[in-house]
């Protein structure tokens, strides 16, 4: 073994033919459940903050031949079709300041994976450009390193460069592929014979195309699992989803699930290699197995997910479980799936939120939610899907009673708000506000995640126009993201102390630097948000927005409203019986 494992090394000091990374800030996994979202959103210049909580963020494992400990799920993804193809020996997976130790005269073409490289999410974006001068994000900053220390290595080595990933569209779609050094930009997945074939070229040191259009699997037997170490142990569940939301990429892929076997095989594989927590990637938990069971996509099959989180809680090593992406409606579909999840899941959870979990320890599931608005208007116009089985017309009340559910097993999720959505007006500002205040009115809590509309390729929406400078605006809709991080900190920061440092290092920020970079529409919602003067005086004297109370709808009205045939489809999700008519849904009518 030590021979071999030195024969390895002396090879690739002369380098590895196919070398992948990823950004630092998307490979650790163990610094804390909310540090990747704070890395994407936090402006470059507040890199502090996160060394000051998280102190030792940059420590990552390596493997006894020194590659990655860890790396993005999607990066594992490649790296298994790859090594399948072309043999392990071929490809590593490296952080960015190891590169130069596996890039040598023997290598060929560099893959990277990026998540957000210039900062343009839906969330990422607005964070860090309200504070100013600096508006990439820590990702940002870190992406750039990255092909900073590729470009190094470039100058020593002839290579390709090969750029994927779920944020490679930015590259792209800025035309920046020369500043960055990329040669391709590919758009898809890593199974399809295309990447397989621009790896092949690149192995050949032929030229490559500047873009590729992979194709996307159609068949679950067609999905690649890997089964080493992923970061937050993130093991794909699904692809795709159903509800059409128009703002949505990945609701444009088919809608599969991955086998229950699959799933276990590379949680194993997470424990074995020294992952203790397991997330499962999707953009729905809740339709998984839906098809295979012949129930529509959004009545949860019960029986089957029960199982497949039991099975996981059940893998010796596994000692934390998170939620990726949910929808609200089937928190209203069935109840009780979520109390035996509840019972199930509670204690592997990471996530404290002692402020308003009943759990002794304070421990709360925290899934993400996409709410986005209030206005039934925007609602209809981008995402009617969201509410089936029910209508969209009664989205607010969906919402209410979907977190009166989620609430009441403590679950806490991050609910995403989209601000300046294409012709969103003041009313339909008013009426996201109504429903945040109606949330808090009745008790309800949740973490808002505001964010500026941003048009992604690929979508139904990609020629909508968004808002480029948050000094464009308007006071209501500065109001709602304030609003809504008001109300997050309040679960998000445990003391009264951070709480009132947190509202005065807000006005001190509006002194400044605040009010020149966002304008004169930012002052009053500021200082809703900073708490130094109650909101009903301010809502008094005409300054903010004051909302308007919502009607009671209970989810027996909501229920009512269903169509029959749906109702014994929930039913038959609730017990596990058969569907007199089983039937696929592909998609949404929207």
């Given at each position: ?116 490289p210039l900062g343009t999410t839906f969330a990422a974006g607005v964070y860090a450009s309200i504070f100013g001068s600096s508006r990439e994000p820590i990702n940002a900053l870190y992406a750039r390193r990255m ?267 991050v609910c995403t708000l989209i601000v300046g959505s294409p012709g969103e007006t003041d009313d339909d500002s008013m009426a996201t506000l109504d429903l945040l205040y109606e949330v808090e009115r009745r008790g ?147």
């Amino acid at each position: 073994d030590v021979q071999e494992l030195e024969q390895l090394m002396s090879e690739r000091f002369e380098g590895v033919p196919i070398v992948l990374t990823a950004p630092l800030t998307e490979s650790i996994d163990h610094a804390g459940f909310f540090i990747q979202m704070s890395l994407a959103s936090i402006p470059g210049w507040m890199e502090w903050a996160i060394d000051r909580k998280y102190p030792a963020w940059r420590n990552v494992p390596t493997s006894a031949d020194g590659s990655a400990g860890t790396a993005p799920a999607g990066l594992r993804v490649l790296e298994t079709v790859l090594a399948g193809e072309f043999g392990s020996e071929a490809v590593v997976v490296c952080y960015p300041d190891q590169l130069s130790q596996f890039i040598g005269a023997r290598t060929r073409v560099v893959g990277v994976s990026t998540h957000n490289p210039l900062g343009t999410t839906f969330a990422a974006g607005v964070y860090a450009s309200i504070f100013g001068s600096s508006r990439e994000p820590i990702n940002a900053l870190y992406a750039r390193r990255m092909f900073d220390a590729i470009r190094e290595c470039r100058q020593r080595y002839p290579f390709s460069v090969i750029l994927g990933g779920s944020g490679a569209w930015q590259i792209q779609e800025t035309d920046t592929e020369a500043e960055f050094g990329v040669d391709t930009v590919v758009s898809g997945r890593a199974e399809s014979r295309d990447v397989i074939n621009l790896f092949s070229r690149a192995l050949a040191g032929e030229v490559l195309p500047r873009r590729l259009e992979a194709d996307h699997p159609h068949h679950a037997s067609d999905l690649v699992v890997p089964e080493s170490r992923t970061s937050f142990g993130v093991v794909e569940m699904t692809t795709g989803c159903g509800r059409r939301c128009a703002f949505c990429q990945p609701d444009l892929n088919p809608r599969i699930s991955v086998p229950k076997a699959e799933i276990l095989k590379a949680v194993a594989g997470n424990v074995a290699a020294g992952n203790r927590q397991v997330s499962l990637a999707t953009e729905d938990m809740f339709v998984w197995r839906t098809d295979e069971a012949g129930l529509p996509f959004f009545v949860p099959n019960r029986m089957e997910l029960l199982d497949l989180y039991r099975s996981i809680v059940g893998v010796p090593g596994v000692k934390e479980v998170t939620l990726s992406h949910a929808t609200i409606a089937p928190a209203l579909v069935d109840p009780d799936l979520i109390a035996e999840l509840s019972a199930m899941l509670l204690d592997r959870s990471p996530i404290r939120l002692r402020s308003v979990s009943s759990h002794p320890e304070g421990r709360a599931l925290a899934p993400l939610i996409g709410v986005e608005t209030g206005s039934v208007r925007v609602a209809r116009q981008i995402m009617a899907g969201k509410a089936l089985p029910f209508d969209i017309k009664d989205w607010p009340h969906i919402v209410l009673n979907g977190l009166e559910v989620l609430n009441r097993h403590n679950w806490f999720p991050v609910c995403t708000l989209i601000v300046g959505s294409p012709g969103e007006t003041d009313d339909d500002s008013m009426a996201t506000l109504d429903l945040l205040y109606e949330v808090e009115r009745r008790g309800l809590h949740c973490m808002w995640v505001p964010s500026i509309f941003t048009p992604l390729v690929r979508t139904r929406m990609e020629g909508g126009e968004g808002i480029r400078e948050t000094r464009h605006l308007s006071q209501l809709q500065w109001q709602v993201i304030m609003k809504a991080w008001s109300m997050a900190s309040r679960i998000g920061l445990q003391t009264g102390w951070g709480k009132l440092s947190f509202g005065v290092g807000a006005l001190v920020l509006w002194a400044s630097r605040l009010r020149r970079v966002n304008g004169p529409n930012f002052t009053w919602p500021l200082v809703q948000f900073s708490g130094v003067a109650p909101e009903r005086w301010l809502a008094r004297a005409g300054v903010i927005y004051g909302g308007r109370p919502l009607p009671q709808r209970t989810r027996d009205d909501l229920l009512a409203t269903v169509r029959p045939d749906w109702r014994e489809a929930i039913e038959a999700g609730r017990t596990g019986t058969p569907v007199s008519r089983p039937r696929r849904l592909p998609m949404a009518a929207v």
